[in-house]
């Protein structure tokens, strides 16, 4: 890997995804990165993830005190950011040019992303024409390892009457993106939450994809879960979104 050639540890496919792991449970959440957390991620026990939280101290890689949580170090951040890097262009390369659907290439790019060189990556950056971001909205991370994330909160926080456009999506559940599909909520669509339902921690919003001529603005209902997991960016306060007459 070339951003820490000169840390044997770091060509380690596993040491690759714990620290990228570590950096995608901080990217969009406040929440400190303990090791439950890590071990419920990665589906692994506890102990073994105790085992190579010692291991990447010893790289160089993270910062960590005993029931503390977990921080990367900036070596360990350079890292991630580069295996981010190579996972983000790979899933965005999968639906653009093979065809892929947006909940079927996480796990094609997990595998791939530690197969490809450098040299491939910056092609195919370069093929895809330097996308900023990949089809669930993640931003890219360039190759000299910054990264910029949209201005975007999570659909939950957002107040009645609130309009936003979808800037990303959790890739976590495909089931969830399958389901988003077939209601044509994607990144980029504008989205109203109408009001609070009176039950299930569920809103109801309108959909108004501008280029959905078929349907034009629709009511949609979304749950807890899905408005966990839908950023978007704000459009205005108490906006108007026309049902019709």
Same mark, same amino acid.
């Given at each position: ?22 950096? /995608? ?16 991620? &990665? ?15 010893? *790289? ?17 951040? &350079? *890292? =991630?950011? /580069?295996?981010?890097? +190579? ?8 639906? %653009? ?11 094609? =790019?997990? %595998? ?10 910056? +092609? ?7 996308? =900023? ?23 939950? +926080? ?16 495909? %089931? ?19 009001? +609070? ?39 205005? %306060?108490? /906006? ?6």
């Amino acid at each position: 890997m070339a951003p820490l050639a000169g840390n044997p540890g770091a060509d380690s496919a596993s040491v690759q995804d714990y620290v990228k792991t570590i950096y /995608a449970l901080a990217e969009w959440h406040d929440e400190p990165v303990t090791s439950s957390r890590l071990a419920a991620r &990665l589906s692994v026990a506890n102990s073994s993830v105790s085992e190579m939280i010692r291991k990447l101290s010893d *790289l160089g890689l993270v910062h960590h005190k005993p029931y503390r949580p977990v921080e990367l170090t900036a070596d360990g951040r &350079l *890292l =991630a950011l /580069a295996m981010v890097r +190579r996972h983000r262009l790979l899933e965005t390369f999968l639906v %653009q040019d093979l065809g892929y659907r947006w909940d079927e290439v996480h796990d094609e =790019a997990e %595998q791939l992303e530690h197969t490809v060189s450098d040299v491939f990556i910056d +092609r195919l950056d370069a093929r895809l024409g330097y996308p =900023a971001t990949d089809p669930h909205g993640d931003p890219i991370p360039t190759s000299a390892g910054s990264i910029t994330l949209p201005d975007a909160i999570p659909l939950v +926080r957002f107040d009645d009457g609130h309009s936003g456009r979808v800037a990303r999506i959790s890739d976590e559940d495909p %089931q969830l993106l399958r389901f988003l599909a077939a209601e044509r909520i994607g990144i980029g669509s504008p989205l109203t939450v109408l009001r +609070r339902m009176p039950f299930g921690r569920s809103v109801l919003a309108c959909v108004d994809n501008d280029s959905d001529s078929d349907s034009g603005p629709r009511e949609v209902v979304l749950g807890e879960e899905l408005l966990s997991s839908i950023w978007a960016e704000s459009t205005g %306060q108490h /906006a108007n979104c026309s049902l019709g007459p």
